[in-house]
């Protein structure tokens, strides 16, 4: 059996080699012309080529960047209602078409403070709204922008406004 697969992979690479030098019947040209051809063949720049492919690439990217592109989300200023342990501030924005939820920005400051020197807490929602609260007088600061899709492939509006809003 190990003579019969040695004798079949010899026939194998016997009849590839055979094959490789053999080309389609073409007329017969002088040899100068097919030395021209690989001459002009050799200084081709195959950098050129790449580039042609990157840029095509970047730019179908971009066409469907434009095609697959969200709306930033308008908000509206906080309005203050009571909540359940304080004071809430109810923040609401326009739905985006496409979009299958929102990321919300909060910054909050204590309201004798002039900056709001946290850094802001993020947030992702599917409704086209926001409640936050406290037991104290506190200013809030949020933007939203509405996403699609999930993890890697995920893709963002741009934010939107700012919105203010107190709990006072």
């Not at 055979?18 to 081709?44: H, I, K, L, Y």
């Not at 308008?74 to 923040?91: C, I, N, R, S």
């Not at 899709?149 to 919105?163: P, Q």
Request: with cysteine.
């Amino acid at each position: 059996m190990k003579r019969f697969h040695t004798i079949m992979a010899a026939s194998i690479m016997a009849a590839s080699i055979m094959a490789c030098g053999q080309e389609a019947e073409q007329p017969e040209q002088p040899e100068t012309e097919t030395v021209e051809e690989v001459e002009s063949a050799e200084n081709t720049d195959p950098v050129d080529d790449t580039d042609t492919a990157a840029d095509t690439a970047e730019e179908s990217t971009k066409d469907e960047a434009k095609d697959s592109a969200l709306a930033a989300p308008t908000v509206k200023d906080g309005v203050k209602k009571q909540g359940p342990e304080g004071q809430d501030v109810y923040f609401e924005w326009n739905s985006v078409d496409g979009a299958d939820g929102y990321e919300i920005s909060v910054k909050s400051k204590y309201c004798e403070e002039q900056e709001y020197t946290e850094d802001a807490s993020t947030y992702e929602t599917t409704d086209n709204f926001y409640t936050v609260g406290a037991q104290d007088d506190f200013d809030f600061l949020i933007k939203v922008r509405a996403y699609k899709g999930e993890g890697a492939s995920r893709t963002f509006s741009e934010w939107s406004n700012e919105a203010k809003g107190a709990t006072y």
